[in-house]
């Protein structure tokens, strides 16, 4: 089969039997244009086989923009790197799960809801006593948020903006609540009796987190900047695993909280939010090996290992991540702020300089992504490395939110039901054995 655009806005697929199909070519506002393949296996029979959905667009989407190539993100036309300067993370969540930034009054409003939130997830405490307390935090995560929908009065209605407001900003204080209560239940403690109350998003939920109920929390406001700052950069990443599987979870019109439960399970693998953990860990391993970072990278080209130089690489950059030269900077105030110095960070430098002059990685286009440095801000505030992808999922749901929302109002939306290329045996007859 070959294929050839007759027209600026046709494409046809021509086999060589001299059959042909055209599609439609649907434009954005800016990116790849698609060809719509509806009707391929009505009119040809063939099906499309794309692995990792690598060129498949599985939605038209209008809340982020990412141009891979030129290292560019937008929130909903907000360049990432403004809203980093100048946003805080609630002014964000309200940005990508309505559209707008926020007025004072909405953000007031956001704030109200977020703090009855707060109280409903409070409840759930028991539930994470009762789990054992080595169990990883993202799984004490997804059972909390599964909890949730057992005390939670919220049917979110998509398609009712002021329900689904109140609803979103119930579940992003809900959330944080949740996430302090995977760290107490792993490394002891109680939660602080309310939340503090900080300038940020990030500083009630470090409050909430190393605070105890004896003590008052005393916010450091550069470590308050810089997480609520990570937690912007993590908001959303438009089709990525973890939100992909979100929205294929509402489009059978499960409900946020169930889609939020898968998501978080996708997120939680180390080629996804696990990464942060890994990196930390692979850092680790490189130093109790004596540091020799060459040898690790002579590791990662030997194809024979599997071994993967975590924090590298993405599907979509093949330039640079944005969100990873901003995290940098951000863990070097953070270093700065604490008067703490990182070994680890010294083999992450050298790291990323020995890969970044390295042919195997070159050919590849395989640069630091945002995970390559946030496992060591979070390391330098204070979290353990079993945290890490905690706080990816607090920083990503308002990304699930947006994208939930958008699948389950999308009148042209079907439940996601891929097909396949059946490679196994033909029919053969039973035989006991
Ligand atoms: N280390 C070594 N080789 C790599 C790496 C890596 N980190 N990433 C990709 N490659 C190689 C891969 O082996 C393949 O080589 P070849 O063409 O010779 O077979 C080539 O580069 C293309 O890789 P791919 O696996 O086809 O690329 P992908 O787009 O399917 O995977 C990725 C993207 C992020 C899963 C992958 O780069 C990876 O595993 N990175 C390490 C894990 C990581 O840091 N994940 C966090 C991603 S950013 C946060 C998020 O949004 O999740």
Same mark, same amino acid.
């Given at each position: 089969?070959?294929?050839?655009?007759?027209?600026?806005?046709?494409? =046809?697929?021509?086999?060589?039997?001299?059959?042909?199909?055209?599609?439609?070519?649907?434009?954005?506002?800016?990116?790849?244009?698609?060809?719509?393949?509806?009707?391929?296996?009505?009119?040809?029979?063939?099906?499309?086989?794309?692995?990792?959905?690598?060129?498949?667009?599985? $939605?038209?989407?209008?809340?982020?923009?990412?141009?891979?190539?030129?290292?560019?993100?937008?929130?909903?036309?907000?360049?990432?790197?403004?809203?980093?300067?100048?946003?805080?993370? $609630?002014?964000?969540?309200?940005?990508?799960?309505?559209?707008?930034?926020?007025?004072?009054?909405?953000?007031?409003?956001?704030?109200?809801?977020?703090?009855?939130?707060?109280?409903?997830?409070?409840?759930?405490?028991?539930?994470?006593?009762?789990?054992?307390?080595?169990?990883?935090?993202?799984?004490?995560?997804?059972?909390?948020?599964?909890?949730?929908?057992?005390?939670?009065?919220?049917?979110?209605?998509?398609?009712?903006?002021?329900?689904?407001?109140?609803?979103?900003?119930?579940?992003?204080?809900?959330?944080?609540?949740?996430?302090?209560?995977?760290?107490?239940?792993?490394?002891?403690?109680?939660?602080?009796?309310?939340?503090?109350?900080?300038?940020?998003?990030?500083?009630?939920?470090?409050?909430?987190?190393?605070?105890?109920?004896?003590?008052?929390?005393?916010?450091?406001?550069?470590?308050?900047?810089?997480? #609520?700052?990570?937690?912007?950069?993590?908001?959303?990443?438009?089709?990525? $695993?973890?939100?992909?599987?979100?929205?294929?979870?509402?489009?059978?019109?499960?409900?946020?909280?169930?889609?939020?439960?898968?998501?978080?399970?996708?997120?939680?693998?180390?080629?996804?939010?696990?990464?942060?953990?890994?990196?930390?860990?692979?850092?680790?391993?490189?130093?109790?090996?004596?540091?020799?970072?060459?040898?690790?990278?002579?590791?990662?080209?030997?194809?024979?290992?599997?071994?993967?130089?975590?924090?590298?690489?993405?599907?979509?950059?093949?330039?640079?991540?944005? =969100?990873?030269?901003?995290?940098?900077?951000?863990?070097?105030?953070?270093?700065?702020?604490?008067?703490?110095?990182?070994?680890?960070?010294?083999?992450?430098?050298?790291?990323?300089?020995?890969?970044?002059? #390295?042919?195997?990685?070159?050919?590849?286009?395989?640069?630091?992504?945002?995970?390559?440095?946030?496992?060591?801000?979070?390391?330098?505030?204070?979290?353990?490395?079993?945290?890490?992808?905690?706080?990816?999922?607090?920083?990503?749901?308002?990304?699930?939110?947006?994208?939930?929302?958008? $699948?389950?109002?999308?009148?042209?939306?079907?439940?996601?039901?891929?097909?396949?290329?059946?490679?196994?045996?033909?029919?053969?007859?039973?035989?006991?054995?």
């Amino acid at each position: 089969m070959q294929d050839g655009v007759d027209g600026a806005d046709r494409v =046809r697929l021509k086999r060589a039997n001299g059959d042909s199909v055209d599609f439609e070519v649907i434009s954005g506002t800016e990116g790849a244009s698609a060809f719509n393949i509806g009707t391929l296996l009505a009119e040809s029979g063939l099906v499309t086989l794309d692995i990792g959905f690598a060129n498949t667009a599985s $939605c038209a989407s209008n809340i982020t923009y990412i141009d891979g190539d030129a290292g560019i993100v937008r929130y909903r036309g907000y360049p990432v790197n403004q809203l980093a300067e100048h946003a805080t993370f $609630c002014d964000v969540v309200h940005l990508l799960t309505t559209g707008e930034l926020p007025t004072q009054d909405q953000l007031a409003s956001l704030n109200a809801g977020m703090a009855e939130g707060t109280e409903l997830a409070r409840t759930l405490q028991p539930v994470f006593s009762a789990m054992p307390s080595n169990t990883h935090p993202m799984a004490m995560l997804s059972a909390g948020v599964s909890a949730l929908s057992g005390v939670s009065s919220d049917a979110f209605d998509a398609f009712d903006d002021s329900a689904a407001e109140l609803a979103t900003a119930r579940l992003i204080g809900a959330f944080s609540i949740l996430a302090a209560l995977t760290y107490k239940a792993s490394s002891g403690g109680s939660l602080p009796r309310s939340t503090p109350s900080t300038s940020s998003y990030a500083g009630d939920f470090l409050g909430n987190l190393f605070g105890s109920p004896g003590d008052g929390y005393e916010s450091d406001p550069v470590i308050e900047r810089a997480l #609520d700052v990570a937690f912007i950069l993590h908001a959303d990443h438009e089709q990525n $695993c973890s939100t992909s599987t979100v929205r294929l979870a509402g489009s059978a019109r499960a409900s946020l909280l169930s889609s939020v439960v898968a998501g978080i399970s996708a997120l939680s693998g180390p080629l996804h939010g696990g990464a942060n953990q890994a990196v930390v860990e692979m850092l680790e391993d490189i130093k109790s090996g004596g540091g020799d970072v060459a040898r690790f990278v002579g590791s990662v080209k030997d194809r024979q290992s599997g071994t993967r130089l975590m924090g590298f690489g993405h599907r979509v950059y093949k330039s640079y991540d944005p =969100r990873a030269a901003i995290i940098k900077k951000l863990l070097d105030q953070v270093l700065l702020q604490l008067g703490k110095k990182d070994d680890l960070l010294d083999i992450a430098i050298e790291l990323e300089s020995v890969a970044l002059s #390295d042919e195997y990685f070159i050919s590849r286009k395989l640069y630091p992504n945002v995970d390559f440095y946030t496992g060591l801000l979070y390391r330098a505030i204070g979290f353990p490395a079993n945290m890490f992808t905690v706080l990816f999922a607090v920083g990503r749901l308002p990304g699930w939110i947006a994208h939930w929302r958008e $699948c389950v109002t999308d009148k042209q939306n079907k439940i996601g039901r891929p097909r396949q290329l059946y490679v196994g045996p033909t029919e053969r007859t039973y035989q006991p054995q």
